[in-house]
C-alpha cells in the first residue's frame, strides 16, 4: 500500500485541481445562455466530443486497420441516432435504446435499435476502405514521381560534370535490358586446352 501512498503523494493534485476548476468555469460560461431543455444534448456531444478525439491518442497507437476500426466502432455507438424512449419524435442515441432493451429482456427490440448503429458503422468502415485506397493510390504516385525525379536530377548533374560514363547502377539496369541469351553466353566458362 505504501506504492499507492507514494503515486498520490507523487501527483501534483493542486495543478489538477486548477485545472478542473478552470474546465468549469469556461464549461459554465459556455452554456450560460443555453436553455435547459437543450443542455443535455450539448452535455453529450461535448462528452462525445472529449471522448472520440481522446480515442484519437489510442487509435494512433493501434496497428494501421485496428485503430481506424475501432475508432469507427466507437462513434458509431456514441452517435448512431435513434428514438427517445417516452416520444419516438425525439432523436437520441441508439446506444441506450439498445442498453435499454437488453435490461428489458427484449432480444427482437434490441437487434432493432442495433439497426441504425450497423448502418453507420459499415457506412464508415467502406468510408475508410474507399479513403485508403484513394491514399494509397496517391503515395505511389507520389513515391514514383519523386523516384522520377530524383533520376532527373542525377542525370542533369552529370550533365552539368561532364561525366557521361556509366556509374555501377546504370550498368545494373543496362545489364537486364540485355537479352538473357548474351548474359547467358557471358556467364557459361571457356575451356582452353593447353597443349
Known amino acids: 500500500m505504501d506504492w499507492l501512498k507514494n503515486i498520490l503523494h507523487s501527483l ?7 485545472i478542473l476548476g478552470e474546465i468549469a468555469i469556461w464549461w459554465g460560461q459556455l452554456v450560460k445562455d443555453v436553455p435547459v431543455a437543450d443542455l443535455p444534448m450539448y452535455a453529450y456531444l461535448g462528452g462525445v466530443i472529449i471522448v472520440l478525439v481522446l480515442w484519437l491518442l489510442v487509435a494512433r497507437i493501434l496497428p494501421r486497420p485496428l485503430g481506424g476500426m475501432s475508432w469507427m466502432i466507437l462513434f458509431a455507438v456514441l452517435l448512431a441516432p ?16 439498445v442498453v435499454y432493451a437488453i435490461m428489458m429482456k427484449d432480444t427482437t427490440g434490441a437487434i432493432a435499435n442495433m439497426l441504425p448503429i450497423m448502418v453507420v458503422l459499415f457506412v464508415g468502415l467502406f468510408v475508410g476502405f474507399v ?36 556509374t555501377e547502377s546504370d550498368e545494373v539496369g543496362a ?18 586446352n593447353n597443349d
Open 175 to 192: 545489364v537486364k535490358d540485355i537479352d538473357p541469351a548474351i548474359n547467358l553466353k557471358k556467364d557459361t566458362p571457356v575451356s582452353k
Open 131 to 166: 479513403w485508403q485506397l484513394i491514399r494509397g493510390a496517391f503515395e505511389s504516385s507520389l513515391d514514383k514521381a519523386r523516384s522520377r525525379t530524383a533520376q532527373d536530377t542525377q542525370a542533369n548533374m552529370q550533365l552539368a560534370s561532364g561525366n557521361y560514363l556509366a
Open 12 to 18: 501534483p493534485l493542486e495543478a489538477i485541481s486548477d
Open 82 to 97: 435513434g428514438t427517445a424512449l417516452g416520444d419516438p419524435s425525439v432523436i437520441a442515441p441508439a446506444s441506450i435504446s
